[in-house]
T-cell receptor
Framework: GQQVMQIPQYQHVQEGEDFTTYCNSSTTLSNIQWYKQRPGGHPVFLIQLVKSGEVKKQKRLTFQFGEAKKNSSLHITATQTTDVGTYFCALSGSARQLTFGSGTQLTVLP | DAGVTQSPTHLIKTRGQHVTLRCSPISGHKSVSWYQQVLGQGPQFIFQYYEKEERGRGNFPDRFSARQFPNYSSELNVNALLLGDSALYLC??????????FGQGTRLTVV
């Protein structure tokens, strides 16, 4: 089945700095979803991208889907301590089966 | 409306034992999926049920089984527990959209 590679695995930033995580696939993706999991919590849906070159914004978060639909990114502007957590990309396949990336664990230093 | 609820929240079992985990989806959601999340990794798909029928199965041994009831709640059963089954077990429900709503999970420890 399709898989996605997510980088970096860990990222430490100073509060106020920007953060970006990347999700890459060797095959064309029909869609990609992003989830956030706080420490000790459960994954929470952030967004779904389906169109080539799509860009969506949620306040300080910007999500992009590559033109070739083989990669995606999540960018956070001016990180805050509330942004701490692990960010996962995920593919939605048949039967709504989600295939998750390995995640990027974000630490924000005050 | 209540979100996805799972029980129990924590569980400790001995190797070789059997465990049953329970999930109640969001009201109106007919699709329930189960995921296993080992510490430091992303969730791995185990099963998906829709209208009480299995619609998808991940790469897990036959020791793992599940079912969905007429009220759309679901159970995940794991037989002959191994140490490697220690993980956070997540249930997710969804409806028309692809967005998955996860419960808080059941933390299973096998000793």
């Amino acid at each position: 089945g399709q898989q996605v590679m997510q980088i970096p695995q860990y990222q430490h930033v100073q509060e106020g700095e920007d953060f970006t995580t990347y999700c890459n696939s060797s095959t064309t993706l029909s869609n990609i979803q992003w989830y956030k999991q706080r420490p000790g919590g459960h994954p929470v849906f952030l967004i779904q991208l389906v169109k080539s070159g799509e860009v969506k914004k949620q306040k300080r978060l910007t999500f992009q889907f590559g033109e070739a639909k083989k990669n995606s990114s999540l960018h956070i502007t001016a990180t805050q301590t509330t942004d701490v957590g692990t960010y996962f990309c995920a593919l939605s396949g048949s039967a709504r089966q989600l295939t998750f990336g390995s995640g990027t664990q974000l630490t924000v230093l005050p | 409306d209540a979100g996805v609820t799972q029980s129990p929240t924590h569980l400790i079992k001995t190797r070789g034992q059997h465990v049953t985990l329970r999930c109640s989806p969001i009201s109106g959601h007919k699709s329930v999926s189960w995921y296993q999340q080992v510490l430091g990794q992303g969730p791995q798909f185990i099963f998906q049920y829709y209208e009480k029928e299995e619609r998808g199965r991940g790469n897990f041994p036959d020791r793992f089984s599940a079912r969905q009831f007429p009220n759309y709640s679901s159970e995940l059963n794991v037989n002959a527990l191994l140490l490697g089954d220690s993980a956070l077990y997540l249930c997710a429900s969804s409806e028309a959209t692809d967005e998955a709503f996860f419960g808080q999970g059941t933390r299973l420890t096998v000793v």
